[in-house]
């Protein structure tokens, strides 16, 4: 009976894997999501919409507004170049900027009120600084509130050994340019009553992570901006980039390593755990694994806290450190090599007896290049450029320049001048910085407040070319996202329409 009951459920078995099969053959089969294709990475230039007759009218009031204001513009440049302050610190700068923003009728928002309590807790603590109170976000209000361009700026100079400080990146020029834009298309939509709003936004501190633009973009700051302009200074040349995900400074995981042992007087040193050997371990294992990564990684770092005397042990060292990934769709690879310094770190405090904190503090990622708006940044600029000064290879996306989770977010473009007879010199030097206080500095600013004003002004009458803009970006998240140069949680769902 036992034996028949086995046979029976066998073949009850056998004849429901085979009924199973046929469902399975007469199934229709498992939609299968697409893949994303990948956007044009050029957009023709004969493919923008042509500028019609009242357009043209209107950019050309631009440029009387902007050569109006110019003396001012220049005037701030160089009082900027004169007096640089770094990251963080910039209030004298945001001072003056804001004030003359408020003379020209914006309305202005100092300070970013509902920034991440961690970010706020972390630069209070190296900086002295807490919300971010130089921070503004200055607002012409049109006839309607959207569709809004936003000028973007930065204002922190770099930082020197001994603490001085120089604009070796040019950041003086960014806010010049930047409100002689906005002055004079918001002066024109007055005039001519056009719909919008045009923004000035300045973002602090861009030479020191953690990101400000991230901090900002997740505090909502740029939730009602539909498209941003930046520019970033005068160089030798100008260059188109490509449309894409990418970044300009590399992908970047900044990491603070603090040793802890115990201090003794250097006679007696057998009693002490010196923190200061950890740290000068850590950077000789640290160059034993750059030997074995990719060409592609850089390793930067710092002791940024030490004892002063050479007779006492350290009890105390702080290590501030970077990984840099110039490949962009290296997000996996830089976490993996992240994990392996920190796994350095944790060796190093075992072989010295020493206690380690470790705080990730800062991760910049990629962005996304508008081959749309790099098009229509492209037309302007060599209409307004110098010939002699326009190359004709294509750059790399930058993602409106290091700006990560904001270009991720809001299509935005980084526009960029093309002057004869700028050397060509190192970037984050003296010479690089003197050029903005040169007669060619001086014409870069001007063509770049009229480029970017001129692109402004098209967005804001070109709806089709809006709607270009954003399906595109669209086009890009979708991309990035399923090719794994974004990450999920940098999207961020915008409140504004345009």
């Known amino acids: 009976m036992l034996h028949r009951t086995a046979s029976a459920f066998a073949v009850a078995a056998l004849v429901a894997c085979a009924l199973a099969s046929v469902a399975a053959q007469s199934a229709p089969p498992q939609a299968v999501a697409p893949a994303a294709p990948k956007p044009p990475e050029v957009v023709p230039l004969e493919s923008l919409p042509a500028e019609t007759a009242q357009v043209a009218a209107l950019r050309k009031a631009i ?16 009082w900027m170049y004169q007096n640089p302050e770094s990251g963080y610190v910039e209030f004298k700068a945001s001072a003056m900027m804001g004030d003359e923003l408020k003379k020209q009728g914006f309305e202005v928002s100092f300070g970013v009120p509902a920034l991440d309590s961690a970010f706020d807790a972390f630069v209070k603590e190296r900086f002295g600084q807490s919300g971010l109170k130089e921070a503004f976000v200055a ?12 000028f973007m700026l930065e204002a922190d100079a770099l ?8 604009h070796g990146c040019q950041h003086n020029q960014q806010g010049p340019v930047a409100i002689a834009s906005a002055v004079a298309l918001a002066r024109v939509m007055e005039k001519n009553r056009i719909p919008g709003s045009v923004w000035v936004v300045f973002t602090p501190a861009e030479e020191v992570p953690p990101s400000v633009k991230t901090a900002m973009t997740r505090a909502g700051v740029f939730d009602d901006v539909d498209f941003l302009v930046r520019t970033h200074g005068t160089g030798h040349n100008a260059q188109r980039a490509r449309a894409g995900i990418g970044n300009c400074c590399m992908l970047i995981e900044s990491t603070l390593y ?3 042992g115990s201090p003794a007087h250097g006679t007696r040193a057998w009693q002490g755990r010196d923190a200061l050997d950890a740290a000068r371990l850590f950077f000789t294992a640290v160059d034993m694994l750059r030997e074995h ?34 490949d962009r769709s290296g997000l996996e690879a830089i976490r993996k090599k992240q994990e392996q310094v920190d796994t350095i ?3 190093v405090a075992m072989a010295t007896f020493t ?15 508008s081959g749309w708006l790099q098009a229509l940044a492209w037309n302007y600029t060599k209409q307004y450029g110098d010939a002699s000064a326009l190359s004709d290879e294509l750059a790399e996306p930058t993602g409106w320049d290091e700006s990560g989770i904001g270009a991720v977010n809001v299509p935005g473009v980084q526009v960029r001048a093309a002057v004869a007879g700028v050397p060509e010199v190192a970037g984050h030097s ?25 692109v402004g002004l098209r967005l804001l009458m070109d709806p089709e070319l809006r709607r270009k803009v954003n399906e595109e970006h669209a086009a890009w998240q979708r991309y990035g996202l399923e090719k794994g140069l974004l990450t999920p949680d940098l999207v961020r769902k915008k409140a504004g329409t345009n």
């Not at 440029?63 to 160089?78: C, K, L, Q, S, T």
């Not at 990684?297 to 110039?326: C, K, L, Q």
């Not at 206690?355 to 290049?369: A, F, P, Q, S, V």
């Open 430 to 454: 003296y010479e690089n910085a003197a050029i903005t206080i040169s007669p060619e500095g001086h014409k870069g600013l001007v063509q770049l407040s009229k480029i970017g004003a001129a």
């Open 159 to 166: 930082r020197e050994q001994g603490g001085k400080a120089f």
């Open 293 to 326: 990564s990719e060409p592609t990684f850089r390793f930067m770092g710092t002791i940024t806290r030490v004892g002063s005397a050479p007779n006492v042990v350290n009890d105390s060292v702080e290590v501030d450190h970077w990984i840099r990934n110039a």
């Open 139 to 150: 607002k012409y209000k049109g006839r309607t509130e959207h569709p809004v361009v936003a």
């Open 355 to 369: 206690e380690l904190k470790i705080r990730h503090y800062g991760t910049d990622t990629n962005g996304i290049e």
């Open 63 to 78: 440029d009387v507004e902007v050569d109006a204001f110019a003396a001012r513009a220049i005037e701030m440049n160089d």
């Open 345 to 347: 770190a944790r060796g």
């Open 258 to 260: 603090e040793f802890n």
